[in-house]
């Protein structure tokens, strides 16, 4: 069982910055992936970016050239720069971890991120 820890977010104006954090705890053992969703009010949950074990990185088309993700594999975290914030990227952010051996997931509680203009 990987248990999650998530820090960060809040309230920020269009066009800045903000910086998520989680921290993953329990049994971790092989390859895994760390990353980030989303979800608006009235939305289904998506894919923000994720980053494997290796440091392979996926983005989604919306965030690309604005977000960056990073992980440090030994201490099991990762972490999310959002640059150039827009209202679009209003939404509760999870963390979530996959085990690469059987696909089973684990989720942080959520944070929220608001962009007011």
């Known amino acids: 069982q990987v248990q999650l820890v998530e820090s960060g977010g809040g309230l920020v104006q269009v066009g800045g910055s903000l910086r998520l954090s989680c921290e993953a705890s329990?049994?971790?053992?092989?390859?895994?992936?760390m990353g980030w969703y989303r979800q608006a009010p009235g939305k289904q949950r998506e894919l923000v970016a994720d980053?494997?074990?290796?440091?392979?990185?996926i983005y989604a088309d919306s965030v690309k050239g604005r977000f960056t993700i990073s992980r440090d594999s030994a201490k099991n975290a990762v972490s999310l720069q959002m640059n150039g914030l827009k209202p679009d990227d209003t939404a509760v952010y999870y963390c979530?971890?996959?085990?690469?051996?059987?696909?089973?997931?684990?989720w942080g509680q959520g944070t929220q991120v608001t962009v007011s203009s």
């Open positions: 980053i494997t074990s290796g440091g392979k990185t």
């Open positions: 979530r971890f996959c085990n690469s051996a059987d696909y089973t997931d684990s």
């Open positions: 329990g049994t971790i053992v092989g390859r895994n992936v």
